[in-house]
């Protein structure tokens, strides 16, 4: 059997992430338990990283939660004693190519439920063990400071039946892409972008449209989850085409400035529309769309194939009472956690 792997993503996707790994290939699912898929790779030098997932680990210790009081904690310094990271950083070198030996060890936590100590508590118990068994030095969180260049990252996590404790893969989490060069308010989380893109259904030859496309991360996800799409983005936001045009440079995405109550598309143009709609969350919306919201619903039946599907998260579901005056019926309804917010991923079609 390959090291079991953990991927850990964003609260309501784990079944998302779970059949991205099967479809893909990435490797055989073991388990999956809350905001983490735990699964052995398909080959040993074999990194895999959905692109659903925040960040993928390898699994280094679990026990039992040890409680949720002070005099708990020094349970979870023995959690990373039973730890084996000379093993640990062998299986990270064969995964990642990377010779290099990490210069320092630095720990993120996070726990279910109330607890009488700190994230940071618990971050300490562990870092300041591993940084005694691999003589190294140990970066807290406490601080506020990244922790330095070359750092070894380790997520600790407490659900109250299991203490679990991962090294990171790579030297910086997945969620973080190589293309996000240039951000704008509202930009929607990668993993959460991917995820959208996967319920589309995505095929060779589609177009994708996105009215509204703030920095282009939606169509950008499209563009890499299935190549061989022809993506369109539009935005009113002049600093907005910008972004999306930095990051979507060498991809086959197409951004123009346009207000998305009146795209210059023709009637029936995308096989697919994506969108995270501006509904004054992050970024009000403007134009003819601040006059008149559902000329919003309008232009997205209007543009959509008859055969087509939209794939939009929404704030709540009483969004779908103007979806369905518009003659569109939703098929697939999934509430997903982010930034504190719940909003829905939601996959509609037009009625016959």
Known sequence: MHPSLVARCVRGLESVLAAEILDRGLGTVTALHHRAVYFAPTAPACAPRPRTADDVFLLAAQGADPGRTKPDLPALAGLADRADPARLLSRRRALTR???????????????????????????????????????????????????????GWRLTLDGGHATLMARIDERPAHRRPYKHRTVPGTLHPPVAAALAALAELRPGHTVLDPCCGAGTLLIEAALTRPGVHCHGFDLSPDAVAAARANARGLPVTVRRSDAGRLPVPDGFADRVLCNPPWGAQVRPGGVLAEEPSRWWAEVRRV????????????????????????LTPVHVQRVRLAGAQPFMIRLRPAD
């Open 98 to 152: 990377a010779a290099d030996r990490p210069t320092g060890i630095d720990v993120s936590a996070s726990f279910l439920g109330r607890r009488t100590f700190s994230r940071y508590d618990a971050e300490d118990a562990v870092g300041e063990a591993l940084s005694r068994r691999m003589s190294l030095p140990y970066h807290s969180r406490r601080t506020g400071d990244a922790p330095p260049p070359g750092s070894w």
């Open 304 to 327: 959509l194939a008859p055969d087509g599907t939209a794939v939009l998260l929404l704030p709540d579901p009483a969004a779908l009472t103007a979806a369905l005056r518009h003659r």
